[in-house]
């Protein structure tokens, strides 16, 4: 079966149209091509808590999605919102996905221990925060990728995976 993503940009600039959103495309081919996923949703929304909760809510609650991806809104700024947002959402904290992504990250650049990311479960669907940059896109991507499958497997209470397991 294939999961079912969502893939949500948070970018004022992004959705005022005043700048190419580059890091939802980004994501799209990785979980196409690594996942073998189908982009069930997309959206870029400005940095809004109220809006992003409520496209979250919409996506998990209504479309049923597997996974959904944030990018951006994870900094320091004062208009970064989206881990706030993603909080009030989530019924379940996964530090371990938001640890390795740190963890390897670290490794490139120091400024990664500026990210607040989180990633948690709703139902059964798993949202992560990734940043803004298409290269740290990337780079975290990479880290989680060989975990998703296993992880959507077992939020979808799949007998067989949790015999696996």
């Known amino acids: 079966m294939q999961s079912k993503v969502g893939i949500l940009t948070i970018s004022d600039r992004g959705a005022a149209g005043v700048y190419e959103d580059k890091s939802g495309p980004l994501i799209r081919q990785m979980v196409t ?3 073998n996923a189908v982009v069930d949703r997309t959206a870029i929304v400005p940095d809004e808590l ?4 409520a496209t979250l809510l ?3 609650d209504q479309h049923r999605l597997d ?6 809104g994870t900094g320091f700024a004062p208009r970064d919102v989206t881990p706030e947002a993603t909080r009030l959402v989530i019924q379940k904290e996964t530090p371990g996905l938001i640890l390795a992504m740190l963890h390897d990250s670290l490794a490139v650049t120091p400024h990664a221990m500026l990210s607040r990311m989180v990633a948690g479960i709703r139902g059964q669907t798993l949202i992560v925060n990734l940043p ?3 290269k740290a896109i990337r780079e975290n991507l990479e880290t989680i990728l060989p975990a998703l499958p296993h992880a959507l497997t077992l939020l979808q209470d799949d007998p067989q995976a949790q015999q696996s397991h």
Do not use: F
């Open 33 to 35: 091509e690594r996942l």
């Open 132 to 134: 803004g940059s298409p």
């Open 67 to 72: 996974l959904i991806l944030t990018t951006g």
């Open 50 to 53: 109220e809006l992003i909760k």
């Open 58 to 60: 919409e996506w998990v």
